[in-house]
């Protein structure tokens, strides 16, 4: 779409991480040191927290990226609410592993020969464990058990758990000391600040073939900052669509005023600045809205589909007319980005509105 436009060899802004934009800020500079600092260990666990969209999986990946295939097996796992032995499961599949039973010993039977078939090869095993937060206190208490797998003092296994903010008190709760004990190293990964953010588009544009065109104004990225407040998933989705807008515009240059037209389309409301009063309100609002309608998500779905980009649809339309007798793939493909686009949007409603509903019910329990 735009791409071609603005000669950029592909978008810089795509919503699935991708380890080739991975940008090295002061934060995500530390976190990628503490993973390493974790291998160079070779034992335990590394805890990486952070809030929705701060970069994670990029970071995992990037780290994943780095290293010799030759001397390290690595398996990632994005959970959802796996039990234990659908965790162990999952782990046998990415790993290669067969299994002719596929009861909770077999598993870890298999599990632990494969770990040590790896260490006779001179290759260490690290598992990554994405969105940890999800996992129950069983699946967590199995992902100890196998960090004790060991042949003759060494470790056969290292796990690096990557999870969201409430990770860090699931860690704090009762029932998890002994995993607790395990933790060699814990980091928080913060959002970017202002002069970083700008860092970071460019950063991206020029990895995408950038020759400076569409120009960014200096009070655009700080509009940017104030819109996405340093989130790297956020500032993607509203700099892919300032690139929308310039190209249906026509523009050379985005400014404050492109910035803030793009803002409103996608629905400033949802992501509001919480030290902002008037955003309060509005998030207070949506939060009632949710919990007081019968449908709550398809209410927020629809409320949703009617703020998203018009002019994107009305792009995607127009591409789809003109291809009819052609090849559909690439206008698939625009549809599937943008409903990926739209769930990336209700992951952040959903999240932060079990926010307002966990601060609501403990100010309720103070007053009682």
């Known amino acids: 779409m735009y791409e071609e436009h603005f000669g950029l060899a592909k978008k810089p802004f795509q919503l699935s ?37 701060t970069g994670k999986t990029m970071l995992a990946q990037a780290l994943a990226n780095d290293l010799d295939e030759s001397e390290y097996s690595v398996a990632t796992i994005v959970t959802s609410n796996l039990q234990d032995r659908d965790l162990l499961q999952m782990l046998v599949n990415h790993l290669g592993i067969e299994v002719s039973r596929k009861n909770k010993a077999a598993l870890l039977k298999e599990l632990e020969h494969h770990f040590l078939q790896e260490l006779l090869a001179d290759r260490r095993t690290l598992l990554i464990i994405d969105e940890a937060q999800n996992l129950p206190q069983a699946s967590l208490e199995e992902l100890r058990m196998l960090s004790n797998f060991q042949q003759d003092g060494e470790p056969l296994v290292q796990i690096f758990l990557l999870g969201q903010q409430e990770f860090r008190q699931t860690l704090l709760s009762d029932g998890f000391e002994q995993l607790r004990q395990r933790v060699i190293a814990t980091y928080h990964l913060n959002p970017l600040g202002e002069e970083e953010t700008q860092t970071y588009i460019k950063h991206r544009m020029q990895i995408a073939g950038w020759q400076g065109n569409p120009e960014f104004s200096p009070a655009a990225y700080s509009e940017i900052y104030k819109f996405c407040e340093g989130v790297p998933r956020r500032i993607n989705n509203i700099c892919d669509r300032l690139l929308l807008f310039a190209y249906l515009e026509e523009l050379s240059v985005i400014d404050t005023a492109s910035v803030c037209t793009v803002a409103e389309e996608i629905g400033s409301e949802f ?8 955003s309060n309100a509005s998030d207070r609002a949506v939060s009632a809205e949710v919990f007081d309608t019968p449908a709550p998500l398809g209410s ?44 990336l949007m209700l992951d952040d409603i959903l999240h932060e509105v079990r926010g307002l509903s966990t601060a609501s019910r403990r100010s309720f329990e103070k007053k009682a």
């Open 17 to 53: 991480p991708d380890a080739k934009f991975f940008f090295p800020s002061a934060e995500h500079a530390k976190a990628l040191s503490f993973l390493q600092y974790g291998l160079s260990q070779g034992d335990g666990f590394i805890v990486i927290t952070g809030n929705v969209g």
């Open 271 to 278: 992501w509001g600045s919480p030290s902002d009063p008037a």
């Open 300 to 343: 927020m779905a629809k409320s949703v589909s009617d703020k998203a980009d018009v002019q994107k649809r009305i792009v995607t339309l127009e591409h789809t007319v003109n291809g009819l007798g052609h090849n559909l793939k690439p206008e698939l493909t625009e549809i599937r980005e943008e409903l990926s686009y739209l769930r």
